[in-house]
């Protein structure tokens, strides 16, 4: 088993009991390149994020799966050196970040808190969230943006990139989570992290997530409904923009993702 996958799983396994399958596979699907839309995304998240850039601000990223998104903002800031703050109920996640940022001896605080939890005694600049929306139940939404108005600051901004809609085109038009698995599955086995794949333990963990991941893209919220859980929350609208996602093919169906990128002020 490849050192990156086996560390989730240990750390997983470790802190969160069964959440240890769930690091296994998306450290799995990131490192062969099945899940890898934050690259694709970062130069247009980097053009609306760099006019509020500035040394010493307070950044929290609002959840995190990986090292990936603390990654990308380290990117986009530099050379500026922001404080940045991850935010997550996961200790999985957490000790990932932790991990990575002591291993590049990186200056990235960890906070174990419940998103919708936050009570403002702690107040950032700017916040960010990418994809967060999407794991949580749209009557929540309400709530999470309004527990992060409350952690931002005056004059502070946050930076919400959810999935908005996903559909198949052609072939299996209702087996959203049938067609994730068999792309996945076949993207893993042609790349660098063919030998977990090739495991029959692996392949249950990724068929169980594909279920998952079907039935939580069916639930998405429309950008409509975001838009107006953020004004309920006392939030201006200061830009919306869509993220272009390739097409994720396999056999004669196609998964097609919209994202909203959406920058709302205090």
Same mark, same amino acid.
């Given at each position: ?63 995190v799966a ?46 174990? !808190?419940?998103? /919708?939890?936050? %009570?403002?005694?702690? #107040?950032?600049?700017? +916040? =960010? ?5 999407d794991f ?98 006392? !939030?201006?609208? /200061?830009?919306? %923009?869509?993220?272009? #996602?390739?097409?994720? +093919? =396999?056999?004669?169906?196609a998964l ?11």
């Amino acid at each position: 088993m490849p050192a990156q996958a086996r560390r989730a799983l240990a750390v997983g396994r470790a802190l969160c009991g069964c959440d240890g399958h769930y690091h296994t596979v998306w450290g799995t699907l990131r490192a062969s390149g099945a899940s890898n839309s934050l690259k694709s995304e970062e130069p247009l998240l980097a053009s609306l994020i760099k006019p509020h850039v500035r040394d010493g601000a307070r950044v929290m990223i609002a959840g995190v799966a990986d090292p990936g998104v603390p990654c990308a903002i380290g990117r986009i800031y530099s050379p500026a050196m922001p404080v940045l703050t991850v935010v997550d109920r996961c200790k999985a996640s957490l000790e990932l970040v932790r991990q990575f940022a002591a291993t590049k001896e990186l200056a990235c605080q960890t906070l174990n !808190l419940n998103l /919708l939890e936050l %009570d403002g005694t702690e #107040r950032w600049d700017q +916040i =960010v969230l990418h994809y967060t929306p999407d794991f949580l139940d749209p009557p929540l939404h309400g709530r999470l943006f309004q527990a992060l108005t409350r952690a931002l600051k005056p004059e502070g901004i946050i930076v919400c990139a959810a999935m908005t809609a996903t559909a198949v085109i052609g072939e299996r038009e209702h087996e959203i989570g049938g067609v994730y698995y068999d792309y996945t599955l076949k993207k893993v086995m042609n790349g660098p992290m063919a030998e977990i794949a090739a495991s029959d333990e692996f392949m249950d963990m990724l068929r169980a997530y594909s279920v998952l991941w079907g039935r939580r893209r069916t639930n998405l919220p429309s950008r409509e409904q975001l838009i107006r859980s953020m004004r309920n929350a006392g !939030l201006s609208i /200061l830009s919306e %923009d869509s993220a272009p #996602r390739q097409h994720r +093919i =396999v056999g004669g169906a196609a998964l097609v993702d919209s994202c909203s990128i959406i920058i709302a002020g205090k």
